[in-house]
C-alpha cells in the first residue's frame, strides 16, 4: 500500500500570539483561510496554491505568506514539499502601525523570491524556539518590516463580495453550528441555489457547504486553545462527534487537534 507522505511538528514558541510549526508532506489542503497572518520558508520541493492574486507557485528558497481570511489551498508538484511557517496574531501588525495609516489594511503577496527575506524568516524561526522572547520579538519585527517595504500588495485581501453572497456568508457565520438547507440559505440571500453556489465560487473561491466546514473548523480552534475539551467543541461546531472535529481539523491544519494541544 502507498502511504503518502505527511510528517507535521509543532513547535514551542517563546512569543504570545506566535505559531511555529514545520511540514514535510504531500497532503492536498482543500481552499480555507486562517485568523492570522503566516511567513514560512519552502525548505524542499514546490507546491502550487490558490492565493488573493490566483494562482501561485513556490519552490525551494522561496518565502511563502498568507494574510487573515485569504482563501487559499496548496497542492504538491511532483513529491512532497517541506516547508517552516509561522503564524502570528494580526494585532501584533496592527500594534505596531498604530500610527501608520498604510496599516489600515496590509496585505502580503503570498510568494516572495528574495533570498534576503528567507533569511530573515529562517532566522525567526529559529529565535521563536530557542531564543528570548525579546530576541523573537525583534526578529519578527524585522521580518515584517522587510515584507512591508517589500511584499506589500496594494489591494484588499478581502475581495469584493456580492450583496448576495455577503448575506449568505453573515448567515453562515452567525449559526456555523447549524446545517442550513442550500435552498434556505438561498432564499435567504435572494437567490436560486444555481446563483447562489456561483457567486460563492466567483467571489468566496468555494462553495457554501465547504466555507462553513471551514469557518467551523476556524472556530473550533479558537475554542480549543481557550482551554475547552475537544468533544465538547465538536458538540458545540455542530460536528457529528469528536473524530468528525478531528478529520476536518487534520484536512485544514495538517495536525490532529489533539498533537496540536500538545505542542501549545
Not at 2 to 30: D, M, Q, Y
Not at 102 to 129: E, M, S, Y
Not at 180 to 186: D, F, N, V
Not at 239 to 250: E, I, V, Y
Amino acid at each position: 500500500m502507498n502511504t503518502k507522505t505527511h510528517v507535521v511538528t509543532v513547535h514551542r514558541a517563546s512569543l504570545t500570539g506566535v505559531e511555529a510549526i514545520s511540514l514535510r508532506s504531500e497532503h492536498v489542503f482543500p481552499r480555507h483561510a486562517h485568523d492570522h497572518y503566516g511567513i514560512g520558508v519552502m525548505s524542499e520541493g514546490a507546491q502550487k496554491s490558490w492565493s488573493v492574486v490566483g494562482a501561485v507557485e513556490a519552490g525551494k528558497g522561496d518565502v511563502i505568506m498568507v494574510n487573515p481570511g485569504e482563501m487559499h489551498d496548496g497542492s504538491p508538484i511532483q513529491g512532497p514539499r517541506a516547508w517552516h511557517i509561522v503564524y502570528f496574531d494580526p494585532d501584533l501588525l496592527s500594534h505596531e502601525l498604530a500610527d501608520d495609516e498604510r496599516g489600515t489594511d496590509v496585505v502580503f503577496n503570498p510568494v516572495a523570491h528574495d533570498q534576503a527575506l528567507a533569511g530573515k524568516v529562517t532566522a525567526l524561526l529559529h529565535a521563536i524556539q530557542f531564543s528570548e522572547s525579546h530576541e523573537a520579538e525583534e526578529s519578527l519585527l524585522t521580518c515584517m518590516l522587510h515584507i512591508l517595504q517589500q511584499h506589500r500588495l496594494s489591494g484588499s485581501s478581502k475581495t469584493n463580495k456580492s450583496p448576495p453572497v455577503a448575506r449568505a456568508i453573515e448567515w453562515i457565520e452567525a449559526e456555523p453550528d447549524i446545517n442550513q438547507p442550500l435552498s434556505a440559505l438561498a432564499a435567504a440571500s435572494d437567490m436560486s441555489r444555481f446563483q447562489l453556489i456561483r457567486g460563492f465560487i466567483r467571489d468566496v473561491g468555494t462553495t457554501p457547504h465547504a466555507y462553513r466546514m471551514q469557518y467551523r473548523v476556524r472556530l473550533a480552534r479558537r475554542h480549543l486553545l481557550q482551554g475547552r475539551p475537544i468533544a465538547e467543541t465538536a458538540q458545540l461546531m455542530g460536528f457529528a462527534d469528536q473524530s468528525h472535529l478531528t478529520r476536518a481539523f487534520l484536512r485544514q491544519f495538517g495536525v490532529a487537534p489533539g498533537r496540536y494541544l500538545a505542542a501549545r
